[in-house]
């Protein structure tokens, strides 16, 4: 096992979130105290003002609506002001709030507060379809300040066959992880169907996972799609990979139903009606608790059986689940590293999760918990401390 020592890493979530109008119900009118009117929420989103830190010195920058879309004002330090068009890709428009209370979401501003490497500003705008069946249902692209004026990011995606690259018109999303400075997850995908090899080996996570990066390059202007190598050597992503595997085992111990459930084919029994699993993978509780140990540690593994409220057991040789009413907790957004700490066959992974209003809207973070995994008494790592991110 390699000994890998590192500093503390600290990781932004970044999350872009696509607004509903308000009820029909909300209704408000302006309150007046010793003369002065102040705005209610009902009022119209006008304009949204924020400071700026472009490639070459500090803007005020003023986002409203136009014709064309989004229309900015950018003013440098000596009130020079040039004025610059956000325009939607075919068959999108931009996103912009409808309510003045709601005036920051016209824009996700995207700023290095990780270290001290200098790094320019980036504005994300949201761009969401006007098909309402069109996928995807909201894109994004990114622009920055430079020579006084607005330049957008180009955007090219290198993680294709036979070292091709291709242009993107836009980004095929609006939320992503900002894990270093020029750095943010773009996708963790999992290889869950292959366990063992064709000798019986074990696979371990970090050879079925596979992580995309957005990377940043502040010299040329330019983001890349990149595929990421998980090794012990790199923590962080390695760390992320196993997170992946984590929730991809635990959701059908916490809030997800089994998709293979036959529903059409109950048993009654002394604590409900409970479903066969037609599954190619799992045939008995003996294959699904292997599965849970291929990812945790025993106590662990045990912890999520125990308290799963779906509840699975074994009827006349088959697996069967119980259908239960599962409610996640939906103020509960994305859980993203902040700090970690590595030993020779620990890796400590403190976190935080964004904190959301009922309407979605992002009001802050709370703790997500310490993520730990472990490499003890064989060459593969298991997750020793977790709990699912909802």
């Not at 904190?355 to 995994?373: M, P, S």
């Amino acid at each position: 096992m390699n000994k890998v020592i590192a500093p503390l890493i600290t990781a932004l979530l970044l999350t872009s979130c696509v607004q509903t109008a308000p009820h029909s119900g909300d209704t408000f009118t302006d309150q007046t105290t010793a003369g002065m009117t102040f705005p209610q929420p009902s009022e119209p989103f006008v304009e949204y003002q924020f400071r700026f830190r472009g490639a070459d010195g500090e803007y005020l920058v003023v986002v409203s609506p136009s014709d064309e879309g989004a229309q900015l004002y950018i003013e440098d330090s000596s009130y020079r002001r040039v004025t610059a068009q956000i325009a939607p890709p075919d068959g999108y428009r931009v996103y912009l709030p409808e309510l003045r209370k709601d005036s920051s979401d016209a824009v996700k501003v995207i700023t290095n507060d990780l270290n001290d490497e200098d790094m320019p500003d980036l504005m994300q705008f949201t761009f969401v379809a006007e098909d309402v069946t069109a996928s995807p249902a909201a894109v994004s692209r990114f622009y920055t300040v430079d020579a006084h004026d607005l330049r957008s990011i180009e955007i090219f995606d290198t993680t294709q066959e036979k070292g091709e690259r291709s242009h993107l018109e836009y980004l095929d999303r609006v939320q992503l992880n900002h894990t270093e400075p020029d750095k943010f997850i773009y996708e963790i995908s999992l290889d869950d169907t292959v366990i063992y090899d064709d000798e019986g080996n074990f696979v371990p996570v970090e050879d079925r996972a596979r992580i995309k990066l957005l990377d940043f390059d502040k010299n040329s202007f330019t983001m890349k799609i990149v595929n990421r190598q998980i090794r012990e050597s790199d923590p962080l992503y390695f760390g992320y990979a196993y997170w992946a595997a984590a929730n991809n085992a635990a959701q059908y111990f916490t809030v997800s139903l089994f998709p293979d459930t036959d529903y059409a084919s109950g048993v009654p029994t002394e604590d409900g009606t409970y479903y066969p699993v037609r599954s190619d993978r799992f045939h008995s509780l003996p294959d699904l608790y292997g599965h849970l140990l291929t990812i945790f540690s025993g106590e662990r593994a045990a912890e999520l059986y125990r308290g799963a409220p779906q509840a699975y057991r074994d009827i006349d040789g088959e697996l069967y689940t119980r259908d239960m009413t599962l409610m996640p907790d939906k103020t509960l957004g994305t859980l993203t590293f902040t700090d970690m700490y590595i030993t020779d066959t620990t890796m400590l992974f403190y976190s935080r999760q964004v904190k959301t209003d009922e309407d979605g809207k992002e009001i802050g973070y709370t703790d997500g918990g310490n993520f730990v995994i472990s490499c003890r008494d064989s060459d593969y790592w298991h997750v020793v401390g977790y709990r699912y991110p909802y």
